[in-house]
């Protein structure tokens, strides 16, 4: 009972009850250094709870399946129903499948050198992430962007290389006097004071969208994804990211967060309430040292028939 009273020890067995991993993995998913994941192994190793393998240079922890007894084999069965559906385990879950996607493509890579060689060489070359900048050029180039809650531009900005005219809005002076220093070389970016929940762009006056990083701040996002139907055209795409459940109760303090992330059904409903239809959400992959919660991205479309350049509506 001991052992298991600590949420991060009982974390590490929910995590190794579903696959073998290293420290390192470890150290990854429960976003902890190397040593707090060393001694929580340690001590549920002394207790018979983890068992470990040593696989060429590595050593692999995982759930001991045997040696426990019963009644410890109940114990664990009544603290994982308490403990599963904690956000922070529920995070560490997402976090899990990265590790395993990441490790399936090493091995696809050893398995079949040369597909393992050219990702190899195409990120040596030329970077891990170009093909996302790439991919802005499938935006229509005489689309209107809106970025709301823009904050220092980033989106903006890469928004900028491939749309006719971007409208960033943000409450805050000086997260736009940021913004005004970033963007300064693009002549189609247009930043305009202004709060989400009323925001200062026409009906209708969007083709796309994005928010990012900024509904958790509001206490009501219900206005504000109404406001961003109100500017989009009909048919327009609205893109939001933000985080999924957590239970960083801090970020309240630090970072003003009123929301500790979104369940998927919530925001399903947030976005059809305030007027989209094609609601589509996924769970974005995290980078390997990101220290935050888990992403998600929202892709909606402002319902209404769209109508082509002609005036004809589009069926
Ligand atoms: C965490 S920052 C994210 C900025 C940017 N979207 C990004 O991805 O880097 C949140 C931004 O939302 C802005 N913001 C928060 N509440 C707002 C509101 N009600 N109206 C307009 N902007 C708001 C803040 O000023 C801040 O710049």
Redesign the pocket.
């Known amino acids: 009972m001991g052992v298991l009273g600590d949420l991060t020890r009982t974390r590490i067995l929910l995590l190794l009850e579903r696959q073998e991993l290293t420290v390192a993995e470890l150290c990854q998913i429960l976003q902890a250094p190397q040593s707090t994941v060393s001694r929580h192994l340690k001590a549920l190793g002394d207790a018979d709870w983890v068992a470990s393998r040593a696989e060429a240079t590595s050593r692999l922890y995982s759930l001991a399946r045997e040696g426990i007894d019963p009644d410890a084999r109940r114990l664990w069965q009544l603290v994982r129903t308490q403990v599963a559906d904690v956000a922070t385990a529920v995070q560490d879950g997402h976090r899990l499948d990265d590790v395993l996607t990441r490790r399936r493509s090493r091995s696809q890579e050893f398995f079949s050198s040369t597909a393992g060689q050219w990702d190899r060489v195409r990120a040596e070359l030329f970077g891990q992430s170009f093909h996302w900048q790439a991919l802005l050029g499938l935006l229509d180039t005489e689309w209107v962007v809106g ?9 903006a900005e890469a928004l900028a290389s491939s749309a006719a005219q971007v409208i960033a ?4 002076p000086a ?1 736009l006097q940021a913004a005004r220093r970033r963007l300064r070389g693009c002549a189609n970016v247009d930043l305009r004071r ?4 009323a925001l200062p762009i026409d009906d209708a006056a969007l083709d796309a969208a ?5 509904l958790h ?2 206490p009501e996002p219900g206005p ?1 994804l109404a406001e961003a139907a109100r500017v989009l055209k009909p048919g327009g795409r609205l893109l939001v ?1 933000d985080m999924l459940p957590h239970d960083r109760e801090t970020y309240r303090q630090q ?1 003003g967060h009123v929301w500790l992330g979104f369940p998927e059904e919530e925001m399903h409903c947030l976005l059809t309430s305030a007027g989209f239809d094609n609601v589509r959400i996924r769970a974005l992959p995290s980078d390997a040292d990101a220290q935050g919660p888990a992403l998600f991205a929202a892709a909606a479309r402002r319902r209404g028939r769209a109508r082509s350049q002609n005036g004809k509506r589009n069926h």
Not at 194 to 197: A, I, K, S
Request: charged share 20%.
């Open positions: 970025d709301l809650g823009c904050g220092t531009g980033q989106t809005v943000d409450d805050s997260m202004g709060r989400l929940e994005t928010c990012v990083l900024v701040h509001l504000a990211v970072m």
